[in-house]
């Protein structure tokens, strides 16, 4: 059972534009929404996480959007770079489940210069 | 810090032999995970420890893998006998309950079963 569906699976932007990369959950207990950053030959790092009492959060260039009534959150890239380009995974977990990670699918992003 | 430490980098085997992997996590994290990650099935969880005690092994595909964490500082992976369709980019990561919920992942062991 997939518990987070990510989407789109690829996505080209040009450089200066916005990615836009979104996750729906079906488990209502998770309580922490990570968003991990992947590159060529390199484990998935950290980017960003929001809580699900929070509606937005917000650093630097990246922006994560949560919508909790509908089980839905977003990592919006603004001004895109091309070293941007890494494939980015949501995921979700729950404190209660020793914080055990259920990632998303992956979406490949290119920023093309 | 060094960060979460895999080894070896890349692997090739044949069908058949036992494949060691080998993690050290980042001092003083308590959490201890091993993924598998492939194209078809991205980023599957296999196994999970906390406090050097395997929590939850629901998600290794087989009694041909098996994990053990002997000490705070150092996690395997085996795989006996290995097989072609156990090819695939494996990462340990480690994570704190003192902390965020974030983990830190290594960079990883290619294998490629032939």
């Known amino acids: 059972q997939q518990q987070v569906k990510q989407s789109p699976q690829s996505l080209i932007v040009q450089k200066g534009g916005i990615s836009i990369i979104n996750c729906a959950y079906e488990n209502t207990a998770f309580d922490y929404f990570p968003w991990y950053q992947q590159f060529p030959g390199k484990g998935p790092a950290l980017l960003i996480a929001?809580?699900?009492?929070?509606s937005e959060k917000k650093e630097g260039r990246f922006t994560i959007s949560f919508n909790k009534s509908a089980k839905q959150f977003s990592l919006h890239i603004m001004d895109s770079q091309p070293g941007d380009s890494a494939t980015y995974f949501c995921?979700?977990?729950?404190?209660?489940?020793?914080?055990?990670?259920?990632f998303g699918g992956g979406t490949r992003v290119l920023v093309k210069p | 810090d060094a960060g979460v430490i895999q080894s070896p980098r890349h692997e090739v085997t044949e069908m058949g032999q036992e494949v060691t992997l080998r993690c050290k996590p980042i001092?003083?994290?308590?959490?201890l995970f091993w993924y598998r990650q492939t194209m078809m099935r991205g980023l599957e969880l296999l196994i999970y420890f906390n406090n050097n005690v395997p929590i939850d092994d629901s998600g290794m595909p087989e009694d041909r893998f098996s994990a053990k964490m002997p000490n705070a500082s150092f996690s395997t992976l085996k795989i006996q006998p290995s097989e072609p369709r156990d090819s695939a980019v494996y990462f340990c990561?480690?994570?704190?309950?003192?902390?965020?919920?974030?983990?830190?992942f290594g960079s990883g062991t290619r294998l490629t079963v032939v």
């Open positions: 001092s003083g994290h308590d959490y």
């Open positions: 995921a979700a977990s729950m404190q209660s489940a020793g914080n055990k990670l259920t």
């Open positions: 990561a480690s994570s704190s309950t003192s902390t965020t919920y974030g983990y830190t």
């Open positions: 929001i809580r699900p009492d929070v």
